[in-house]
């Protein structure tokens, strides 16, 4: 008998559940950490306009290492915080390193396969959308705990970005042969010591052309704004961020040569 295809929920677990250590911290010294950092400056400052000196319930799906949502719980007292993960190396992690915070709760949660019995004013969810099996039940199962007008904001892969279409290529030319593996990992570690090795599994996330998620939320959700993000592939480090603060800073919200790998949505509850 054949050995069982793991699905890609098991994948996503499996890999996670080894990356603790990586998605503790944002340094922001390299073009992913970069990326997260603005993902949080941006769904913090989009929360504030809403419920800066007001109470509101935040969910977030697929938080790691628990950094985001931790983040959020301490910027406001008022902001009663849930953080989940398909992980449970990586909630175990969270729960014990922020559990002085009052504000923060941490589960485990498979979207793809359940929901919680909650209503929340605000659900986000960074870099996550690209690694369910069907975004259109995890989007209803996310609208079903959502009020009206309540905040939803994500990011998803945008596969026609220049910068994305050369990092496929480079996972491609990588996966050809274990020779390119070995040099690509030596120079990465050079750049970034704590830098993860390329490995085959860390090329499961799926980009999405804008045309296709637009139509994903129009029957429960309606779009505030949008953003592009990572004007970079990233693979000079430091040099790579620099270059990428620079595109972004013209082209975030009009991106004609569609260079940022990431969009970044702002929707609400119809």
Not at 28 to 55: A, F, N, P, Q
Not at 118 to 142: P, Q, S
Not at 174 to 179: A, I, K, M, V, Y
């Amino acid at each position: 008998m054949g050995s069982k295809v793991k699905s890609l929920n098991d994948v996503s677990k499996n890999r996670f559940n080894k990356e603790v250590k990586f998605w503790t911290e944002d340094s922001g010294k390299d073009i992913i950490s970069w990326e997260r950092k603005r993902r949080l400056e941006i769904t913090k400052k989009e929360i504030e306009t809403y419920y800066k000196d007001k109470k509101c319930t935040i969910l977030e799906i697929g938080c790691g290492a628990g950094f985001n949502i931790s983040e959020l719980a301490k910027h406001n007292e008022n902001w009663t915080c849930l953080g989940t993960d398909i992980a449970p190396q990586m909630i175990q992690h969270a729960k014990k390193k922020y559990k002085q915070q009052k504000n923060l709760q941490f589960e485990v949660l498979n979207i793809d396969k359940a929901k919680i019995k909650k209503t929340f004013d605000v659900i986000f969810l960074m870099g996550v959308i690209g690694y369910l099996e069907d975004n259109k039940r995890a989007l209803e199962k996310i609208a079903s705990m959502m009020k009206k007008d309540s905040l939803l904001i994500f990011t998803y892969g945008n596969s026609q970005s220049v910068f994305r279409i050369l990092r496929f290529s480079t996972s491609c030319l990588l996966d050809s042969s274990p020779h390119f593996v070995r040099l690509y990992n030596s120079i990465k570690k050079k750049i970034r010591k704590d830098a993860l090795p390329y490995s085959p599994l860390a090329n499961i996330f799926v980009p999405f052309k804008k045309k296709r998620i637009h139509s994903l939320l129009e029957e429960k959700f309606k779009i505030v704004d949008e953003e592009a993000l990572c004007f970079s592939a990233g693979f000079f480090g430091s040099l790579s961020v620099k270059s990428g603060k620079f595109l972004e800073k013209y082209f975030h919200k009009n991106d004609p040569l569609k260079l940022g790998m990431t969009n970044l949505i702002i929707a609400r509850k119809k």
